[in-house]
């Protein structure tokens, strides 16, 4: 049977190698593997992201590529929300260093998760969040990765179909699977 | 430069106007059926989970275009902003030859005799606009017979003591049960309720040189790739082309339907596939965009005998503006309920239309259409977080696990619920655009309500351990299922079109969609536009006397 995903296969190759090097936060990369995030947002979101799907026995949110997804969405169909992300993951940053002296992708992962909830429900210092609405930005993140973890893989989200085999989609996702006759 | 003139210019090609378009070329009408969005093939349906009809996360499939056709929404504070397609604020409707037809769910259901007659049934209801069609159940039924045997239906009604009367079955027998189906109608029956096999406009068994449904699980809210979901633009639509009487041009987006110093239409104006502008001119103009854009074009019509556009010398276009409040109950098993079979909603009950002690109408129940993933991570129960470790064990848990069960309240009608065009925005033609507002009336959230509940109750005694209902909202209604903003009546004084669907004050005009319905029933509405479609022209076919309509 031919793989609908083909094509969407070769471009995941060609970034699958990017956002594994994301997952291990710290590592060197090349320059310019995103299409709009920088190298240190691209951490601090997968960061958050996999606190929104954290990794279990099953991918969590960055390694299933969901940080890939939100790039390629800030780069095209959602280039207006790029300043959200660009001044939310600032302020997460601030945020994170005002409480905890690091970084958000430094703190262990019960800390992002408290400080998440925070964000979340706007009770953070509004100096550092300036231009920018906590909760807003904080929804947008959630809906975004529930997107990228639980949406098509074609869209640079979703690699290897993490989330469609987790949940127990029968692969490939899209075919008839009764072909009996109508009941006379 | 005027093209050559037709006798009927058809604007838009979902379930009304594409119905029309065959009905009168078939008659030897010369038609032309002009369509805003694109012509679709099922072999480029690419079912894509976050850009599709249902779930419109990074945009639409079928139209309309994102950039090109936003509008303006006012909330309930009476702040306004600038909506697009994707966003649920717009109301959108599918916008492509077939339109909605192409990519609904396909569920076929008649109203039932007490639809159209809401308020001799139910009486005034305080802040409404509650009012009886001025035609009958009586007088559709040969038309909704007529819908079910030429688009083709599948499903068994015979069950479903509370349905008008019928004269002949449909004219394809149901799917085979689903695991869903075998949970539920036990359930219902231990209940006292009737459950039935829920019509669908889908072919069951090969007809009409097309095949048989495959089951595929992602169903409503994308096109067909076998073609087995019938919708006007694989059967009315290819059927008046093969007339030679018919032309469709799509990507034809009308600006006006232009009218002589008589007070009758010429034809209409509009930009065709390279932004130019034409003019059609035709003996007849029959307007069925669907109950948002239909408004927005009789809005946009004005001229010095109808300076506030056509139909509205009462100030009636564009109000009533209703779809449906959906509501029902989420039911999460302890068992696998998922067989991965489609299309996915197959059956219904009936027992809650009508006869709701203390309420002025209900709705239909059935089983919701199968859920994608991403869907299904918004619809936590209570006390589920929406995020974290928690979410995600819920997702891998119930996904299998899981049936959700609505349907559609009908709905009293609201004057303030309305389209008008925006004083400031135009779309990419520089013709303004539409501007919602209002909101729905604090009844239909309560017959909504109620409607949850009863599903509920039904999860609960299929063996759901946890049920959780999805309760109706105070938001302007309109969506897929819009209807109402040119109703129809026999006085002109309160209401936009006669029984036939003429508009009352210019004889060569008409509005064949869903905006004619006075009351929109408790079901998807599909199969009654269709119906009130074939009506409507079959009507028009008998005054025509070539050139012109008689008296």
Not at chain 1, 107 to 121: F, I, R, S
Not at chain 2, 21 to 33: D, F, K, Q, R, T
Not at chain 2, 55 to 65: C, E, I
Not at chain 2, 398 to 413: A, K, L, N
């Amino acid at each position: 049977m031919d793989d609908p995903y083909a094509v969407g296969r070769r471009d995941f190759l060609k970034v699958g190698a990017t956002a594994a090097a994301v997952t291990a936060v710290g590592c060197a990369g090349a320059p310019g593997r995103w299409r709009a995030l920088g190298e240190a947002e691209a951490k601090t979101l997968a960061a958050a992201c996999d606190r929104i799907v954290p990794p279990d026995a099953d991918p969590g949110a960055a390694q299933a590529g969901v940080v890939d997804f939100i790039d390629r969405q800030l780069a095209g169909g959602q280039r207006d929300r790029r300043e959200i992300y660009r001044q939310g993951l600032e302020a997460l940053n601030k945020t994170a260093r005002r409480r905890h002296g690091a970084p958000f992708a430094d703190l262990a992962p019960d800390v992002q998760t408290e400080l998440l909830q925070e964000v979340e429900h706007a009770r953070v210092d509004a100096a550092d969040w300036v231009g920018v609405e906590p909760a807003a930005f904080f929804a947008l993140l959630v809906d975004h990765t529930m997107m990228g973890f639980y949406g098509d893989p074609r869209h640079g989200g979703n690699r290897g179909r993490a989330s469609w085999k987790m949940v127990g989609l029968p692969d490939p996702p899209i075919r008839g699977r009764l072909h009996e006759p109508a009941k006379s | 430069m005027a093209l050559p003139r037709v006798n009927a210019v058809v604007v838009g090609s979902g379930a009304g106007g594409g119905v029309v378009a065959c009905v009168l070329a078939e008659a030897g009408l010369s038609v032309v059926l002009l369509e805003r969005g694109r012509w679709h093939s099922p072999f480029e349906e690419r079912k894509d989970d976050l850009v599709n009809q249902r779930n419109s996360s990074l945009g639409v499939a079928y139209g309309p275009d994102e950039e090109k056709n936003p509008r303006v929404f006012v909330d309930l504070e009476g702040h306004e902003r600038v909506v697009r397609p994707r966003q649920g604020e717009y109301s959108p409707n599918a916008a492509c030859v077939g339109g909605g037809t192409v990519s609904y769910g396909g569920q076929a259901w008649r109203f039932m005799p007490q639809d159209f007659r809401m308020r001799s049934t139910y009486g005034d209801v305080a802040g409404g606009t509650l009012e009886d069609w001025p035609i009958g159940y009586d007088d559709m039924e040969p038309y909704y017979e007529k819908a079910e045997y030429e688009i083709g239906v599948c499903g068994d009604v015979e069950a479903n003591p509370f349905k008008g009367p019928r004269r002949k079955p449909l004219p394809m027998p149901p799917m085979s049960p689903t695991r869903e189906y075998e949970i539920l109608k036990p359930a219902a029956l231990r209940l006292g309720l009737h459950p039935f096999d829920l019509p669908l406009l889908i072919n069951s068994v090969p007809r009409d040189g097309r095949s048989a449904c495959m089951r595929i699980r992602w169903c409503v809210g994308f096109g067909c790739e076998t073609g087995a979901k019938n919708g006007t633009h694989n059967t009315m639509i290819p059927r008046a082309l093969a007339t030679a009487h018919c032309v469709v041009r799509a990507r034809s987006v009308v600006k006006e339907v232009e009218v002589d110093e008589r007070g009758l239409a010429t034809g209409v104006a509009y930009f065709d596939e390279d932004d130019r502008l034409q003019v059609q001119p035709a003996d007849l103009v029959i307007v069925s965009g669907g109950a948002t854009e239909s408004a927005r074009l009789l809005l946009l019509s004005r001229s010095r005998l109808f300076p506030n556009g056509l139909g509205n010398r009462y100030d009636w276009v564009g109000r009533n503006l209703q779809g449906h409040t959906y509501t029902g109950a989420f039911g999460l098993f302890e068992q696998d309920t998922y067989d991965d079979v489609g299309p996915g909603a197959c059956i219904a009950i009936s027992d809650y239309n009508h006869g709701n002690k203390g309420l002025a109408g209900g709705g239909m129940l059935a089983n919701e259409f199968i859920r994608l993933p991403i869907q299904f991570a918004s619809w936590t129960p209570p006390g589920t977080p929406r995020w974290g470790q928690a979410h995600k064990d819920f997702m891998r848990r119930y996904y299998r696990r899981h049936i959700t069960v609505v349907g559609p309240t009908q709905e009293i009608p609201l004057w303030d619920a309305r389209v008008q065009l925006d004083p400031k925005v135009k779309d990419h033609w520089g013709i303004p655009v539409l501007r919602l507002s209002g909101s729905r009336h604090a009844h239909s959230i309560e017959i909504g309500n109620h409607q949850a509940a009863r599903a509920a109750e039904w999860l609960r005694e299929a063996g759901a351990s946890v049920v959780y209902e999805r309760r109706a909202g105070p938001g302007l209604s309109g969506h897929q299922h819009q209807a109402g903003t040119c109703r129809m009546g026999n006085d002109p004084k309160t209401s936009v079109v006669d029984r036939d669907c003429r508009v009352h004050d210019i004889p060569n005009v008409f509005v064949i969609d869903a905006s004619v319905h006075v009351t929109n029933g408790g079901f998807n509405p599909a199969l009654t536009i269709m119906a009130n479609a074939f009506r409507a022209s079959e009507q028009i076919v008998k005054n025509w006397k070539g050139g012109g309509l008689k008296g």
